[in-house]
């Protein structure tokens, strides 16, 4: 159980153009997944929070306007990359925390962002 | 942000070794999760605390929750080559938001 999926797990995209990454929850229902960052060799970088039904939490530090986060429902969260940049390259993972009232979270497998 | 203290950063060790890492806080937590990163994938959950001084085992995995509530440990026992990866503690402090506050890693260097 507690299984997490994104998509595409790898994308490239030119400049300037938007990127959507879905993250949904396979077998559970989540009122709340967490979109991170990772740079290379480096640990994870919290983004937003995602919760169902109303706007995201964002970090200190990072853009909303750049990074639309929308929670549809309870097993989908969206991440868009807006007029992506080469900087925005990066991996992004997702989590999703079960309504077990329990803190720990799930991780999706991840997507590879390449901007030229 | 907050962030917590792992160590160590890297570990060269044979197979068959046992293996121990430790993630230390400033503050209180109530909660210590140990996850394992594969290169290009998510974090996998290994072992999840909740209680000062819990002891938990997963197969050759064991970790505690330290009785000051600023401290974990993951301890690997008979090491193999699969075991090689990124492992991650992460925690929720005591009173805060339900975000993690993750380590730097320990990336785990198995030789068979």
């Known amino acids: 159980g507690a299984v997490v999926s994104q998509h595409p797990s790898w994308v490239i995209c030119k400049s300037g153009t938007s990127v959507k990454i879905e993250c949904r929850s396979l077998d559970f229902q989540a009122t709340t997944m967490f979109w991170y960052r990772q740079f290379p060799k480096q640990s994870l970088m919290l983004m937003a929070t995602s919760n169902e039904g109303s706007k995201a939490t964002y970090e200190q530090g990072v853009e909303k306007d750049k990074f639309l986060i929308n929670h549809a429902s309870l097993t989908l969260s969206t991440l868009t990359v807006t007029s992506a940049h080469p900087e925005d390259s990066s991996f992004y993972i997702c989590?999703?925390?079960?309504?077990?009232?329990?803190?720990?979270?799930?991780f999706g497998p991840g997507t590879r962002l390449t901007v030229t | 942000g907050q962030q917590l203290n792992q160590s160590p950063q890297s570990m060269f060790i044979q197979e068959g070794e046992d293996v121990s890492m430790n993630c230390t806080s400033s503050s209180i937590f109530n909660t210590w999760l140990w996850y394992k990163q594969d290169p290009g994938e998510g974090p996998v959950l290994l072992i999840a605390l909740y209680k000062a001084g819990e002891l938990t085992s997963n197969g050759r995995l064991t970790a505690q929750f330290g009785i000051t509530r600023k401290d974990s440990f993951l301890n690997i026992s008979a090491s193999i080559p699969s075991d090689v990866g990124i492992y991650f503690c992460?925690?929720?402090?005591?009173?805060?938001?339900?975000?993690?506050?993750f380590g730097k890693g320990t990336k785990l260097t198995v030789n068979p």
């Open positions: 992460a925690g929720r402090s005591q009173g805060g938001s339900e975000k993690l506050v």
């Open positions: 989590s999703a925390r079960p309504p077990t009232g329990r803190t720990e979270q799930y």
